[in-house]
């Protein structure tokens, strides 16, 4: 099984990225596929979530009106369109999939990362 996350970058404050997510390997029907992001000392945390079947999503409050996750079954691909980048928001970000809860660190796959540096 392969999550190859892409798409990362160095952008300014207030610009936007949008991260890919290509899932290999096994179907993830059953999962919700999410993104994850770990700055420099600092814990993972949870950024999106998506139901791979059914479309439902979830966010982080600290994200919401500003991402938006998507997918494409057909290409097995997820996405986190991001707007209004903070430099806070400067991490590693990870896709993942979870059969349990959305928001679990606990993933059941979990991709390399792809690097968002946000400059002010």
């Known amino acids: 099984v392969q999550l190859q996350a892409s798409g990362g970058g160095l952008v300014q404050a207030g610009d936007s990225l949008r991260l890919s997510c290509v899932a290999s390997g096994r179907t993830f029907s059953g999962y919700s596929m999410g993104w994850f992001r770990q700055a420099p000392g600092r814990e993972r945390e949870f950024v999106a979530a998506i139901w791979w079947s059914s479309g439902i999503t979830d966010y982080a409050d600290s994200v919401k009106g500003r991402f938006t996750i998507s997918r494409d079954n057909a290409k097995n691909t997820v996405y986190l369109q991001m707007d209004s980048l903070k430099p806070e928001e400067t991490a590693v970000y990870y896709c993942?999939?979870?059969?349990?809860?959305?928001?679990?660190?606990?993933?059941?796959?979990r991709g390399q990362g792809t690097q968002v540096t946000v400059s002010s």
């Open positions: 993942a999939a979870n059969r349990g809860g959305p928001r679990s660190l606990d993933n059941d796959y």
